[in-house]
């Protein structure tokens, strides 16, 4: 059964989701209960909140902002909180049904949530946004939108570490008798309940999942690719969080070339590489990527997104390769960095060119895998490694003991090195993201090739995704 498209070019991004979903639910194979594809997409609650901030100008403002809870059927739910000044009620619904499919695929217990708030925090003092942010939080606690057990927010794009850690604080302050407070939130500083290796996850699990698919020459093939990551041409939108660390990583450890980064005021490019860590600290100096030495300069940024290259991240926004641009597109390969960043039609388009997709809530789940990690050190209030570490030491230094004495002769020293250190709370969280994000790629792989119907990496992800949640729900019953 063909999914006719969406009648307009500019559909919502809600829309866009729930459209990728029905073109996948048609490829199951399970018997469904009759309706429970409009259950399954539904999103469950969303909350509307206009609250009041004194700031320091020492006038009252007036902030708006949301939390939808897309499914129950796993608690907590769990999604991040962005602030962003183009937030609104369709995104954040939007963006706690890819939460759901998100948490599903990589197997992190959760239901799917978003919270977004209408604040653009370039223009706010620290001051104020601890203000609004513990007041949003505040009332989000009050409501039942956060706690440990029920839900569990996470930075998104405008926040980061700083608020979660004052989310914390306050439902704390409202909980002084909840010894679990600390996991009511995730990705918090290190030194307040984080855990190691959180803030660059998102971005490390782009990585993991391209090293992946660079594991799978069959699949390479389908994009015209062949050979390693080094040297591979990537173009990055987005210097955020999650681009930065992608580029970062693909470019100092794989040897990637990153020729192109698209930033909110134009792009650069270099066909002979940039250095993502120097573009970052421009970026830090001067507000953005414009006069930037040594590359081209393109005011229209997003023009871009159209140059030949071998790998294209999109790691900004929603809605960037729609109707309207599609058509330009060279890249052979796309990894979503972002949340949504092609609009169903736009995506109905590249799949028919063929085009490799590795969807959003596959290739960005490594941040909401990291904070499952989290939030389970704070419930166990013990850090990872602590236990074993230097167990894992003595038996490695056991086995290299027994070798040389065995052989008589001695074991080279980096393997000596190698087989006596125990694992640390970072290789741990980096093993559980490398090793979740491999399990998740060769379930969607599995599928893909199962099934001569699925020509998209996107629809087998969500099959995998929904034969998951859909069995949840049938044997738990309604
Ligand atoms: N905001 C991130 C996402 O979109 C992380 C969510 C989380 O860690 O709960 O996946």
Redesign the pocket.
């Known amino acids: 059964m063909a999914t006719p498209p969406l009648p307009k070019t500019r559909n919502t991004f809600l829309e866009s989701v729930d459209r990728m979903v029905e073109r996948a639910l048609v490829h199951l194979d399970m018997e469904l209960t009759p309706g429970l594809e409009d259950h399954v997409k539904a999103c469950h609650t969303v909350i509307q909140i206009q609250f009041p901030v004194k700031l320091s100008d020492g006038r009252i403002h007036v902030f708006k902002g949301w939390r939808a809870v897309h499914s129950y059927h796993r608690l907590p739910v769990?999604?991040?909180i962005r602030y962003a000044p183009h937030v609104n009620q369709d995104e954040v619904e939007a963006?706690a049904a890819l939460?759901t499919y998100?948490c599903a695929l990589v197997d992190a217990p959760f239901g799917g949530s978003k919270g977004g708030l209408i604040i653009d925090p370039k223009k706010y003092s620290v001051e104020d946004l601890e203000r609004v942010t513990r007041r949003f939080a505040r009332e989000l606690i009050e409501k039942g939108y956060i706690s440990p057990g029920g839900n569990?927010p996470?930075?998104?794009m405008g926040t980061g570490s700083r608020e979660m850690a004052w989310i914390a604080d306050v439902y704390k302050d409202l909980n002084p008798h909840d010894i679990n407070y600390f996991a009511c939130v995730?990705?918090k500083p290190v030194t307040n309940g984080g855990i190691r290796g959180r803030v660059e996850a998102?971005g490390r699990g782009v990585q993991y999942a391209l090293r992946e698919f660079f594991r799978h020459p069959e699949d390479m093939k389908l994009a015209g690719l062949a050979g390693t990551l080094d040297g591979k041409r990537v173009v990055v939108q987005g210097l955020g969080n999650v681009g930065y660390h992608a580029a970062k990583f693909l470019e100092e450890e794989d040897g990637a070339r990153i020729i192109a980064i698209i930033e909110w005021d134009g792009a650069i490019v270099n066909q002979d590489g940039l250095s993502v860590e120097a573009v970052r600290q421009f970026i830090n100096e001067h507000g953005g990527v414009k006069n930037y030495p040594n590359a081209t300069y393109v005011a229209d940024g997003r023009s871009c997104l159209s140059l030949e290259c071998d790998i294209l991240i999109p790691a900004a926004l929603e809605s960037q390769i729609t109707s309207e641009n599609v058509d330009g597109i060279r890249a052979p390969l796309i990894v979503e960095g972002a949340?949504g960043p092609i609009t169903f039609n736009a995506d109905e388009k590249l799949r028919a060119r063929g085009v490799v997709i590795l969807p959003d809530f596959y290739a960005?789940?490594g941040?909401?895998t990291v904070?499952y990690f989290e939030w389970i050190k704070n419930l166990s209030r013990i850090r990872f490694g602590r236990m074993q570490r230097r167990m894992d030491e003595y038996r490695g230094q056991a086995i290299v003991h027994a070798l040389e004495s065995l052989t008589g002769k001695e074991v080279p020293a980096h393997l000596r090195a190698e087989l006596s250190t125990g694992a640390d709370e970072l290789a741990l969280v980096r093993s559980g993201l490398d090793d979740t994000m491999r399990t998740a790629y060769q379930e969607i792989s599995e599928v893909f090739h199962s099934k001569d119907e699925i020509t998209d990496f996107r629809t087998a992800a969500f099959v995998v995704s929904l034969r998951k949640i859909a069995r949840t729900y049938m044997e738990m019953g309604i």
């Open positions: 769990k999604g991040g963006l939460m998100k569990v996470a930075p998104d995730t990705g998102t949340n960005n789940a941040g909401v904070s």
